[in-house]
């Protein structure tokens, strides 16, 4: 109802744009969101400790079946022919720093984007009564967090609402080190409070100030927003599949990817855990970034 009577105020006031962002967060709002994600977050914990541990035979035993041979041969020749043909073609290079310049008149609305993500993520984690990620349940912070995510959606008391969001990723990050796979949610929490910018939001429309002592380091939000990223990646890559790899097998044999792509479920293990390494490692580095 809230956000209804501000988006009529703001229609007569010339700001219909807002009006209809406010429009679509009430419609976001009304949806049963539910989390879910990761390795973890569909399997039992007993499942997990059964399968955990390392099996290097078990991985390596893929590259044993000439078809896979085959196929890893295949993606890799394929991904290279196709990798310079791009790069040598002017035209499509010119194509694309003309895509590239035009994404660059989108930066202002970056810490809108950034502020839509965490609110999301907040409100679905508190009101299935977990801590940022459904592997930390803990519903004493479900409201809090609900509260935290309408705020940052909303654009309302920014300040305190961002400090809020970093607390609660390092509270749950102090209870359960598999966060480490989210990390991504903090460096979006981090970027937004070195951004500090309130539009389009409550706090703009009636001027509140967001303080952030970081807006110098403005310049390295996409280097930190690349470590999120590639961190989280390479982390999952190795914590869920490398290392553990029958807790991904048991994954890839539970929702039948085996019948998706006609492999074996190590090969799904070793090779979704190869490609989620080198992705993660290359965005971490800053290696054509945008294509990876």
């Known amino acids: 109802l809230f956000l209804h009577r501000l988006g009529i105020f703001l229609w007569y006031n010339k700001r219909m744009f807002f009006s209809y962002i406010l429009s679509a967060l009430a419609g976001i709002l009304a949806i049963p969101l539910v989390a879910s994600a990761h390795i973890a977050y569909v399997t039992s914990e007993a499942d997990i400790i059964r399968t955990r541990g390392g099996d290097t035979h078990f991985l390596l035993n893929t590259l044993g079946d000439p078809f896979h041979i085959a196929l890893i041969a295949t993606t890799l020749i394929v991904g290279a022919i196709l990798f310079v043909y791009v790069m040598s073609n002017h035209s499509l290079l010119a194509k694309g720093k003309k895509v590239e310049q035009h994404l660059l008149s989108y930066q202002d609305l970056i810490p809108w984007m950034i502020r839509l993500s965490l609110g999301i993520a907040l409100i679905g984690a508190g009101s299935t009564h977990v801590l940022v990620s459904p592997v930390v349940p803990l519903g004493a912070f479900s409201f809090i967090e609900i509260l935290v995510g309408f705020l940052l959606m909303t654009g309302f008391l920014l300040g305190p609402a961002t400090v809020a969001t970093v607390f609660l990723f390092l509270t749950a990050l102090a209870l359960d080190g598999y966060m480490v796979g989210n ?73 039948h990817l085996t019948s998706v792509i006609p492999v074996s479920a190590g090969m799904w293990v070793l090779s979704t855990g190869l490609i989620e390494l080198a992705v993660g490692f290359l965005i971490l580095i800053g290696c054509y970034t945008r294509v990876v």
């Open 183 to 255: 990390l991504d949610f903090l460096a979006l929490a981090v970027s937004f409070w070195i951004l500090g910018n309130a539009r389009p939001g409550i706090d703009d429309i009636f001027n509140i100030h967001f303080p952030t002592p970081f807006k110098k380091a403005s310049q390295y939000v996409p280097l930190i927003m690349r470590f999120g990223v590639g961190i989280t990646m390479m982390y999952l890559a190795l914590a869920e599949k490398i290392l553990n790899p029958h807790t991904a097998e048991l994954v890839a044999t539970q929702y």
